[in-house]
């Protein structure tokens, strides 16, 4: 019979971001009170005393300086608004939403046009369009037909879009591809 072992693969515990009243070891530190003014530099125990008087937390801002910094303030809340921030930061931060338009070098004038019609529905909603041409088998031969198409497609969209990234100058794979963005 053979017997494995049950912790093999469990992740480490996450490490505490910062080191609060007790886990601090490094004396001297450098204090600040709860209104933002320095006391100095003190040993761990009186700034410990100073923030049991306030009925607060001694949390350790800046580990590397020396000696570290230490803030008394209550820690509960400066998470919560720590995590408060970065939420609103996060909301208003913009993704730029890449979406893709395939063609085939011989494709037909009304499938091409219903392509760009799409092409022009992302665009219209703000998102990046990238324009594909995708190469089979003997279409490998005229790669001058997929630059032409990305071409005919660059001046049918020239109203509504710009070029974000031009298609390279010669052919490497089996694609050839050219990304636009709206027109501002």
Known sequence: MIRTRKRLFREPPPKPEHRVNRRIRISPVRAIDPDGEQIGVIPVEEALQIARDHGLDLVEVAPDARPPVCKI?????FKYERD???KEAKKRQSQIEVKEVKFRPNIGDHDFQTKLNRARDFLGGGSHVRLT??????????PENGFDLLERAREELDDIAEIASPPPKELSGRDLSMVVKPAN
Do not use: C, I, K, T
């Open 73 to 77: 303030l209550d820690y509960g809340r």
């Open 84 to 86: 408060q921030r970065e």
């Open 133 to 142: 041409v995708m190469f089979r088998w003997r279409e490998m031969r005229r």
